[in-house]
């Protein structure tokens, strides 16, 4: 799908990975330097299992998460072209999800002490969810000294 669709999965990053690996070359924890060059060209999502059982659909539509009131879902409207611009999210291209693809519930909810709203991608949602992509036993207490 990813090859397929370049157009929608744009990366940016304003570093310039060779040029990164190569001033990192005599850097003595190799297994790091190549872990975190692996991770600015393929992406990071640590204990994740993309694949993770045959219970799993190919493609997933959280489309049933419907938004509770017309105020939020005019400011996730309005949110959604702002990441658009943005480059944050990729552009609708239709109403089918390609092949390997899971939809995220996007929720608005407030923010602390305001009246403003926060759009929050809600991967926790539903029964094929991408955090149930996640080894649990892996997540559990404060491990970020090891990512």
């Given at each position: 799908?990813?090859?397929?669709?370049?157009?929608l999965f744009h990366v940016s990053t304003p570093i310039n990975?060779?040029?990164?690996a190569s001033a990192l070359a005599i850097h003595p924890n190799r297994?790091?330097?190549?872990?975190?060059?692996?991770?600015?060209?393929?992406?990071?999502?640590p204990w994740a299992d993309t694949n993770p059982s045959s219970?799993?659909?190919?493609?997933?539509?959280?489309?049933?998460?419907k938004i509770p009131s017309?105020?939020?879902?005019?400011?996730?409207?309005?949110?959604?072209?702002?990441?658009v611009d943005k480059g944050q999210h990729s552009p609708?291209?239709?109403?089918?999800?390609?092949?390997?693809?899971?939809?995220?519930?996007?929720?608005?909810?407030?923010?602390?002490h305001s009246d403003d709203l926060r759009l929050v991608?809600?991967?926790?949602a539903g029964e094929y969810c991408q955090n149930n992509m996640v080894d649990k036993s892996q997540t559990k207490g404060a491990r970020l000294d090891s990512l």
């Amino acid at each position: 799908t990813i090859h397929e669709n370049p157009h929608l999965f744009h990366v940016s990053t304003p570093i310039n990975i060779d040029r990164f690996a190569s001033a990192l070359a005599i850097h003595p924890n190799r297994a790091f330097v190549a872990s975190v060059v692996r991770t600015l060209k393929i992406g990071l999502w640590p204990w994740a299992d993309t694949n993770p059982s045959s219970d799993f659909p190919e493609t997933w539509d959280n489309a049933w998460a419907k938004i509770p009131s017309t105020e939020e879902s005019q400011f996730i409207a309005a949110q959604c072209i702002e990441e658009v611009d943005k480059g944050q999210h990729s552009p609708a291209f239709g109403p089918h999800l390609l092949p390997g693809m899971y939809s995220t519930p996007n929720i608005a909810v407030p923010k602390p002490h305001s009246d403003d709203l926060r759009l929050v991608a809600n991967q926790s949602a539903g029964e094929y969810c991408q955090n149930n992509m996640v080894d649990k036993s892996q997540t559990k207490g404060a491990r970020l000294d090891s990512l």
